[in-house]
Nanobody, 115 residues
Framework: QVQLVESGGGLVQPGGSLRLSCAASGSILRINVMGWFRQAPGKERELVATVNSFVGTRYADSAKARFTISRDNAKNTVYLQMNALKPDDTAVYYC?????????WGQGTQVTVSS
């Protein structure tokens, strides 16, 4: 069984920064893709950023120039550095990983951007 655990969410003022972390554990041989999605109240879950071992990174338009995804392969951990946060970034952020041809999700971490 694979488990993903997110951390790093919280309350931040507009223009502030947060760094999210997601650690994968369990029956893992290799992680091809790790990424972040988010879901705001009343909206569907959307892609934020992904990092692929072979093809690199991909970002949603809303995340470009503000967010940076990175990965520590030795720790099976993915990070999302979020800068210049806006109220529209408020959402539950979910970690996702492709492992052995299957997709796994974390429980999510709340990010709230407000004055």
């Amino acid at each position: 069984q694979v488990q993903l655990v997110e951390s790093g969410g919280g309350l931040v003022q507009p223009g502030g920064s947060l760094r999210l972390s997601c650690a994968a554990s369990g029956s893992i041989l290799r992680i091809n893709v790790m990424g972040w999605f988010r879901q705001a109240p009343g909206k569907e879950r959307e892609l934020v950023a992904t990092v692929n071992s072979f093809v690199g990174t991909r970002y949603a338009d809303s995340a470009k120039a503000r967010f940076t995804i990175s990965r520590d392969n030795a720790k099976n951990t993915v990070y999302l550095q979020m800068n210049a946060l806006k109220p529209d970034d408020t959402a539950v952020y979910y970690c996702n990983a492709q492992i052995g041809g299957s997709y796994y999700w974390g429980q999510g971490t709340q990010v709230t951007v407000s004055s």
